[in-house]
């Protein structure tokens, strides 16, 4: 019975997971343009891009382990 929907889970989470990446990509960019228009070096802006950058290379890894195909 919970067999038979394994395709539609898996499917259903892999949306979420494209989802999740396309967020976290934006996010990645967003944080690259604030590092460059400071004139200052801030660490803590340095912080937020890295996060930003593991979190995003993280779930694109998950992606590819997954084998789902980004659009």
Same mark, same amino acid.
């Given at each position: 019975?919970?067999? $038979?929907?394994?395709?539609?889970?898996? $499917?259903e989470f892999d949306e979420k997971l494209v989802n999740l990446i396309k967020e976290t990509k934006e996010d990645l960019q967003q944080a690259k343009v604030i /590092? /460059?228009?400071l004139n200052d070096?801030?660490? /803590?802006?340095?912080?937020?891009r890295?996060?930003?950058e593991?979190?995003?290379f993280y779930l694109f890894k /998950?992606? $590819?382990?997954r084998r789902v195909l980004i659009k």
């Amino acid at each position: 019975m919970f067999f $038979r929907n394994k395709g539609k889970l898996k $499917r259903e989470f892999d949306e979420k997971l494209v989802n999740l990446i396309k967020e976290t990509k934006e996010d990645l960019q967003q944080a690259k343009v604030i /590092e /460059e228009l400071l004139n200052d070096y801030d660490l /803590e802006i340095l912080a937020q891009r890295k996060a930003a950058e593991s979190i995003h290379f993280y779930l694109f890894k /998950e992606a $590819r382990i997954r084998r789902v195909l980004i659009k």
